[in-house]
């Protein structure tokens, strides 16, 4: 029998084991209540960039592996008011992501959403959340912090804010890395344009083509921590989003059907595990962040 000797690696999951106990019991103090993952459903989040197939076959279905779980985020709103759940996203990234560090095929994420929901209620949470995770683990693991050598800082509220303009003014198009190593605390990115962001993300009436959503970004390099945003919950709206994104509307039709039915207005976001692991550990890859870590392409990995 082999037994791990490797401290570094039991460190990390001693400090991944507090950050989802942390992550837990603030959300609760905050009335949400922990609703268990779905992996298969014939829909799933489309996302807005591209991976590879994900679907099995059930019963002669094609059924989806949950790449995030945003549109059962929503429905599952009809019967509780605040909602989170651990869930496992399965996400074929393309190979030439492997190297970046940020990348897993298959990881998961905190995911939460709130009813009524607004973009300033979804910033006091991230920033509580986050907060609460980063004392958790201070306060109950500073051996495993040391033997890191992570000198973990508990950054100030509000944290700062940036529009998409004028980071992408700032750092040019695809500006997470270099944002990121330009910060010194997490900071948020708001007011994405329509067109780089999903359906769901719901778009301001009052200045069209900008959406009401928000990216949160680590420093020191780490790159992007969560996204979320307001969501769009009527037919006629969710539909001319699909037109615009060219979706077509078949591949959603049980989902379409929950928003026919009536879906609640809200807002909510996801933030990688692993990715928040690698942060907080200090770690170059997030492939180091969990077990059975399955780097885009590297097939035979169990
Ligand atoms: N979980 C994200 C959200 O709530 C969606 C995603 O991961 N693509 O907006």
């Known amino acids: 029998m082999h037994i791990c000797t490797d401290s570094k690696r039991l460190c990390v999951l001693v400090i991944k084991s507090e950050i989802m106990r942390s992550a837990g019991a603030y959300l609760r103090?905050?009335?949400?209540?922990?609703?268990?993952?779905?992996?298969?459903s014939p829909v799933t989040d489309p996302l807005h960039h591209e991976t590879y197939g994900g679907a099995i076959d059930y019963y002669g279905r094609p059924y989806q592996l949950t790449k995030s779980m945003i549109l059962h985020k929503q429905i599952a709103l009809r019967t509780a008011p605040k909602i989170f759940c651990f869930s496992?996203?399965?996400r074929m990234e393309p190979e030439e992501r492997a190297s970046l560090g940020r990348y897993l095929a298959e990881f998961v994420q905190l995911d939460l959403e709130v009813r009524d929901g607004t973009r300033d209620e979804l910033i006091e949470i991230g920033e509580g959340l986050l907060l609460a995770i980063l004392q958790?683990?201070?306060?109950?693991?500073?051996?495993?912090?040391?033997?890191?050598?992570r000198d973990l800082a508990i950054p100030k509220r509000p944290f700062r804010q940036i529009t998409y303009q004028?980071?992408?003014?700032?750092?040019?198009?695809k500006f997470d890395d270099a944002l990121s190593k330009s910060l010194a605390a997490p900071s948020w990115v708001i007011d994405f344009p329509r067109e780089v962001r999903e359906f769901y993300d719901r778009e301001d009436t009052s200045r069209p083509g900008t959406l009401i959503d928000i990216d949160l970004i680590y420093p020191?390099?780490?790159?992007?921590a969560l996204s979320g945003g307001e969501r769009e919950?009527?037919?006629s709206r969710i539909l001319r989003r699909f037109e615009q994104d060219g979706i077509d509307p078949q591949r959603f039709s049980e989902y379409l059907k929950a928003v026919e039915?009536?879906?609640?207005?809200s807002a909510g976001f996801g933030i990688g595990i692993e990715r928040l692991t690698r942060y907080i550990c200090g770690l170059d890859h997030v492939k180091e962040a969990r077990l059975f870590a399955k780097v885009p392409g590297a097939v035979g990995s169990i």
């Open 261 to 265: 039915e009536g879906i609640p207005p």
């Open 220 to 224: 020191e390099g780490y790159a992007e």
């Open 233 to 235: 919950h009527t037919l």
């Open 29 to 40: 103090e905050q009335g949400f209540i922990e609703i268990l993952p779905v992996i298969l």
């Open 136 to 149: 958790g683990v201070k306060e109950r693991c500073p051996g495993e912090l040391e033997l890191l050598k």
């Open 88 to 90: 496992p996203n399965v």
């Open 166 to 173: 004028e980071a992408e003014q700032q750092f040019g198009e």
